[in-house]
């Protein structure tokens, strides 16, 4: 039987070799034509299925993001089979390996799925040259080749999600995390258009160096991690996978550390996102649409951009109606006005629909944030649960809050002897983290000169603390002093006049009238 076999192998190839030879003596026409059914002939006994993934496909001038996942998935996964490799330089700058290792082409390797062998070959299309080229680069156009057996048709979608899948997951796994911001909108077009522009992003704040109360961080923590594997929960309840952070509080109380903490833990991207450079709400959908999963959506100081929220055109028209329009020159008819060129005209409803609205649903896991240092200025709308669903104030420094810090600068605990007068003034005044943190700043970074850095720098946030103490003490002195002053002075128009021991007010205007008539 092997005798057999090793003829028959023989005479099929001998066959093959002997066509090869006549076809070039064929006439072109009859030679297509035989080759076309000799084609179908030899697809009905082919018991194999081939799938194509070409490197560049609609979008011309794009790489197939398909054809990256699998790049990056085979690289992982099947690049050790491989004998003839390919090491090139990423085109993310922020990828953390800056050289990828891909198949070389023809090269081909093997990987296992629920039991079937699929075949992945590395391949080139020649193409004729020409001075005109749809492609980034003069090389051929790559694409990868599938290969498994027909009786395994069955498992091909579910093995290329499996594809799909794990190779963003080493995509993410493997990148550097950037921190993006809005283009102006004229940079939006063209051969190197750009609506996000980026950078590496390095920020070392995490919740360990975070300067908050325990309990409260440790509350934040789980939330972070209930959302971050909360997808099937999300589907299951029919809402986005995204959720909604209000930060707010008094300036220096840490409300970007806090971003960054988030961002750091979750392993998140940041688009920070300045509306005052949108011009309407049909680029603020396309900035939305742009972003990415795993990331973080920052719009910080809402409360400075509240003109974008409707109010400005009420403002617009009071001026007209106080006749200040009037004093400018004419304006010409079918010209545009300066106003609309320098004014965002993102209205509140479109910043909602930003949020929560249809078009929030594009993509998934999201976090939006907002901080503000004055919450009661913003639109109730805003702010509701289910668009900001976790309210986070960060208040003024206490006793906590401080032994972080105290640790995070100087590196001691609550063992010092000072940290008990710190705590008696920390529950009497008023002071942001910022301005303890800068107070603890040491003079020097000699670990020699330790301890007496540290109570220097003690002894220095001390005597700030009984300062702004003071300060205050003063200031609720003025404050009382005005109080009375303003109880005792009569009302515009009237004045005081004694009556048997006893004050009483009456009316200025009558006073006088008494006075004429007598």
């Not at 194999?48 to 070409?54: G, H, M, N």
């Not at 809005?182 to 160096?209: I, L, Q």
């Not at 002897?417 to 040491?442: Q, S």
Request: with cysteine.
């Amino acid at each position: 039987m092997g005798v057999e076999g090793v003829g028959w192998g023989s005479a099929v190839a001998s066959l093959m070799f002997l066509w090869a030879v006549a076809s070039q003596y064929f006439p072109y026409g009859l030679y297509m034509y035989y080759h076309k059914y000799v084609d179908k002939v030899w697809r009905f006994f082919y018991p194999y299925i081939e799938i194509t993934f070409q490197e560049y496909s609609g979008e011309r001038m794009r790489r197939s993001e398909m054809y990256t996942t699998i790049r990056t998935y085979l690289s992982a996964n099947t690049a050790q089979q491989a004998k003839r490799l390919v090491a090139a330089e990423h085109g993310d700058k922020g990828r953390k390996h800056g050289l990828v290792l891909s198949l070389d082409d023809f090269e081909q390797v093997t990987d296992d799925f629920d039991g079937a062998k699929f075949w992945w070959t590395s391949q080139t299309k020649s193409t004729e040259k020409s001075t005109i080229s749809w492609y980034p680069s003069q090389e051929d156009p790559r694409y990868y080749q599938l290969t498994l057996h027909r009786r395994h048709r069955h498992l091909v979608d579910s093995y290329l999600r499996h594809v799909r899948d794990r190779g963003k997951e080493i995509e993410v796994s493997s990148r550097q995390r950037k921190l993006f911001t809005n283009n102006p909108s004229s940079n939006w077009y063209g051969y190197k258009k750009s609506v996000w522009s980026h950078m590496v992003f390095e920020h070392p704040a995490t919740f360990d160096t975070l300067a908050m109360e325990p309990g409260k961080k440790e509350e934040i923590l789980r939330d972070l991690d209930r959302f971050r594997t909360g997808k099937d929960f999300y589907r299951k309840i029919g809402k986005t996978w995204k959720r909604g952070y209000l930060l707010y509080g008094p300036p220096g109380t840490g409300k970007s550390t806090m971003i960054a903490a988030m961002a750091n833990h979750l392993d998140y991207d940041i688009y920070d996102l300045e509306l005052t450079a949108v011009k309407d709400n049909t680029e603020l959908r396309k900035l939305l649409i742009e972003t990415t999963p795993k990331s973080l959506i920052v719009i910080e100081d809402i409360d400075c951009s509240e003109d974008l929220s409707g109010k400005r055109k009420k403002k617009v028209a009071e001026k007209t109606e106080e006749g200040e329009s009037d004093q400018n020159p004419p304006h010409p008819p079918g010209a545009p006005k300066e106003e609309d060129n320098k004014i965002s005209k993102v209205t509140l409803s479109g910043l909602l629909n930003f949020i929560d609205g249809l078009w929030s649903s594009c993509g998934g896991e999201r976090l939006i944030v907002f901080t503000t240092n004055h919450v009661e200025k913003l639109d109730p709308a805003l702010i509701r649960r289910g668009r900001m669903d976790k309210h986070i104030e960060l208040s003024y420094c206490c006793y906590e809050t401080f032994k972080v810090l105290a640790k995070n600068y100087l590196g001691v605990d609550s063992g010092h002897p000072l940290f008990e007068t710190v705590r008696e003034l920390l529950g009497e005044c008023k002071i942001t983290p910022a301005d303890v943190a800068e107070n603890l700043m040491p003079k020097s970074y000699s670990s020699e000169e330790a301890e007496e850095n540290t109570r220097q720098c003690l002894e220095g946030l001390i005597e700030a603390l009984e300062k702004i103490k003071g300060e205050a003490a003063i200031q609720a002195e003025e404050n009382s002093e005005e109080k009375t002053e303003a109880k005792e002075k009569p009302a515009e128009g009237k004045v005081l006049e004694k009556t048997e021991g006893k004050e009483t007010v009456k009316e200025e205007s009558s006073w006088k009238g008494i006075s004429n008539g007598i």
